[in-house]
């Protein structure tokens, strides 16, 4: 049984940062990448990073790009996502997800989802 559980979320001051942790098991999770989405309260989910299953290559939505640090250990089966200079406008559940396309962006190319991770940003 594939298991994501993310973890690091909480509330925060605006400027603050999180590290955001997914811990996956159940899978071969080199063979996956690995996305972070968020959604936002009365919003759609969004796409945030996502990074290769090797070589590390990533691709983050430009909303996020200059904030956000996606990074995995394929040895720790983890995904994380470093958040600096948070907003307010950061506040969202954010989940975790595993795909089998290469650095996909959208929600339907990834099959295994976590249960989210609350963060708040105060202003």
């Known amino acids: 049984q594939v298991q994501l559980v993310e973890s690091g979320g909480g509330l925060v001051q605006a400027g603050g940062s999180l590290r955001l942790s997914c811990a996956a098991s159940g899978l071969t999770f080199s063979t996956y990448t690995m996305g972070w989405f968020r959604q936002a309260p009365g919003k759609e989910r969004e796409f945030v990073a996502t990074?290769?299953?090797?070589?590390?290559?990533?691709n983050y939505a430009d909303s996020v790009k200059s904030r956000f640090t996606i990074s995995r250990d394929n040895v720790k089966n983890e995904v994380y996502l470093q958040i600096d200079s948070l907003k307010p406008e950061d506040t969202a559940v954010y989940y975790c997800a595993s795909s089998r396309f290469q650095l996909g962006s959208r929600d339907y190319e990834y099959n295994y989802w976590g249960q989210g991770t609350q963060v708040t940003v105060s202003s």
């Open positions: 990074i290769s299953w090797s070589r590390g290559y990533t």
